[in-house]
C-alpha cells in the first residue's frame, strides 16, 4: 500500500510557515501520496494564498499523488450549496487553477470529514479563476477590511498568445493596460485621459507586461522528453489597511516586507499586490539547461539569477532581446514598489522604497536595474515549482 503523508498548514500562516511545510514535504519520498491540510481565512496573510498556490503546484509534482483537504463541513446532503458556494468565494483563483489545470485520478479535494468533493468542482473552479471573485469584506475578528474584487488572468498553455479575458493590440496585451487602470479608478485616483509616460498606471504596466511575457520561456514543464502543458497567470488584488502595524501583522514571516510596512508614516493604506506565476521550471533551471548556458558567469545562484534579471542576458541569442526583466525592474523602481521572487530554491526580494545604492547596499547595475536580495530565514528554502513574481506598490494619495 502506498504511503501517505499529512502536512498542515497552520492557522493564519506567515511565509514562512508555508515555506517550511515545502522543506518538510521536500524530506519525503518523491513517489509517496501527500494529504495538503490547509486552514480557512489565508488572506490574514500577505501573498500566503499564492504561496498555498505555489506549494500545491510542487507537491504535485513532487508526489506520487496529492489530496487536498479543506476545512469545510460537507458535500453532500442539505450543506452541499452552501459549502460550495463558501469554498468559490475564499480560494483563491491562482491556487484553484493550480490545482485543477492538470486532471489526474490520483488527485482530489476533501473536507476535513474526508468526504471527496464532486467532480462538478473542478469545472466549477476553472470557470472562476477567469472572473471576478471577491467583494469588499470585513475579516471575522479582525478591524481591517480588504478592498476587492481581485481577478486573475489564467492561460492553460503558454503558448497561447494571452490568458483567456486578455486581448492583445499592437503587440501590447491592451486589457492589461485597462485593468490596471481601472484599479486605479475604483481606488479613486484621478488619472488624465491621455496619461503622460511617467505616469503610475504606465510604469506599472510596462513593467508587469515584460515579467508576463517572460511566461512564454518559462511556463511549460518536460513530461517524459515531450513538452506539456504549461500553467501561468497574472493576478490583481487590492487591499486597504487601517495602520501600518496592521499591514506589517499581516506580512509576518517575511521581515523584508514587514519593515516595508512598519516604516509607512500614514495612518490609512490602499496598496496593489500583483502576481505573475507560471507552472514552468524556474528561471535558472530552464536557462542552465538551455544551449545558451555559458552565457551565465555568476559563482552561485542568486549571483546568476540577477545576471538574469538587471543585464541583457537572454537565451534567445537575438537582437534586442533581454532587456525586458531590467526595464521591469528599472520601471519598479521608480514606481517604489516592494518585489518578491520565488523560483528553482531561491526566495529574493527587493525594496524598491529605499536608496538603491546605499540602504540596501547594492548598486544599480548598467542598465539601470538594481539587483535583488536573498529574503533571510532561518533554513535555505526547498525548491518550488515555476516562477512567481510578486509585486506592492501604494497607490497615490
Known amino acids: 500500500m502506498?504511503?501517505?503523508?499529512v502536512l498542515n498548514i497552520p492557522k493564519n500562516p506567515s511565509l514562512w510557515d508555508i515555506e517550511l511545510v515545502n522543506i518538510k514535504a521536500a524530506s519525503l519520498p518523491e513517489h509517496d501520496h501527500i494529504v495538503l491540510q490547509t486552514p480557512r481565512n489565508t488572506r490574514r496573510s500577505l501573498l500566503a494564498d499564492v504561496a498555498i498556490a505555489k506549494l500545491i503546484a510542487t507537491l504535485h509534482q513532487r508526489s506520487g499523488g496529492l489530496t487536498f483537504r479543506d476545512f469545510y463541513d460537507s458535500w453532500t446532503g442539505i450543506g452541499t450549496t452552501v459549502t460550495h458556494d463558501r469554498f468559490l468565494r475564499e480560494i483563491d483563483g491562482a491556487a484553484a487553477l493550480v490545482y485543477c489545470a492538470a486532471p489526474s485520478e490520483i488527485r482530489h479535494i476533501d473536507n476535513r470529514r474526508k468526504e471527496r468533493a464532486p467532480d462538478s468542482l473542478r469545472r466549477d473552479l476553472m470557470a472562476?479563476?477567469?472572473?471576478?471573485?471577491?467583494?469588499?469584506?470585513?475579516?471575522?475578528?479582525?478591524?481591517?477590511?480588504?478592498?476587492g474584487p481581485s481577478r486573475t488572468f489564467v492561460a492553460i498553455d503558454p503558448e497561447y498568445p494571452v490568458p483567456p479575458g486578455m486581448m492583445i493590440s499592437d503587440g501590447k496585451l491592451s486589457s492589461l493596460d485597462n485593468e490596471i487602470t481601472k484599479?486605479?479608478?475604483?481606488?479613486?485616483?484621478?488619472?488624465?485621459?491621455?496619461?503622460?509616460?511617467?505616469?503610475p498606471s504606465r510604469m506599472l504596466y510596462e513593467a508587469l507586461y515584460?515579467?508576463?511575457?517572460?511566461?512564454?520561456?518559462?511556463?511549460?514543464?518536460?513530461?517524459?522528453?515531450?513538452?506539456?502543458a504549461g500553467i501561468r497567470f497574472i493576478r490583481f488584488y487590492k487591499y486597504i489597511g487601517l495602520s501600518n502595524q496592521d499591514l506589517a501583522r499581516r506580512a509576518r514571516g517575511f521581515e523584508p516586507l514587514q519593515q516595508y510596512f512598519a516604516r509607512r508614516e500614514n495612518q490609512q493604506f490602499r496598496f496593489l499586490e500583483v502576481t505573475v506565476g507560471d507552472g514552468g521550471p524556474g528561471i535558472l533551471s530552464h536557462f542552465s539547461k538551455s544551449e545558451h548556458a555559458q552565457q551565465l558567469k555568476g559563482a552561485d545562484a542568486m549571483a546568476q539569477m540577477n545576471q538574469i534579471l538587471t543585464t541583457n542576458l537572454s537565451s534567445k541569442l537575438m537582437p534586442g532581446a533581454g532587456l525586458g526583466l531590467p526595464l521591469a525592474l528599472a520601471a519598479l523602481s521608480s514606481l517604489r514598489a516592494f518585489a518578491s521572487l520565488r523560483s528553482d530554491n531561491l526566495w529574493l526580494y527587493r525594496d524598491f522604497s529605499l536608496d538603491n545604492t546605499s540602504s540596501q547596499g547594492a548598486a544599480i547595475s548598467e542598465t539601470g536595474a538594481p539587483p535583488l536580495q536573498i529574503v533571510p530565514t532561518e533554513?535555505?528554502?526547498?525548491?518550488?515549482?515555476?516562477?512567481?513574481?510578486?509585486?506592492?506598490?501604494?497607490?497615490?494619495?
Do not use: C, W
Open 183 to 199: 484599479i486605479y479608478r475604483q481606488f479613486g485616483t484621478a488619472l488624465k485621459e491621455n496619461r503622460l509616460s511617467h505616469a
Open 379 to 397: 533554513r535555505p528554502v526547498a525548491r518550488m515549482v515555476g516562477t512567481h513574481f510578486s509585486v506592492l506598490i501604494d497607490f497615490p494619495a
Open 2 to 5: 502506498q504511503a501517505s503523508h
Open 210 to 228: 515584460e515579467i508576463f511575457q517572460n511566461t512564454f520561456d518559462h511556463g511549460r514543464l518536460p513530461e517524459n522528453g515531450q513538452t506539456g
Open 128 to 147: 472562476h479563476v477567469a472572473r471576478t471573485g471577491y467583494l469588499e469584506q470585513t475579516l471575522e475578528g479582525d478591524s481591517a477590511s480588504i478592498f
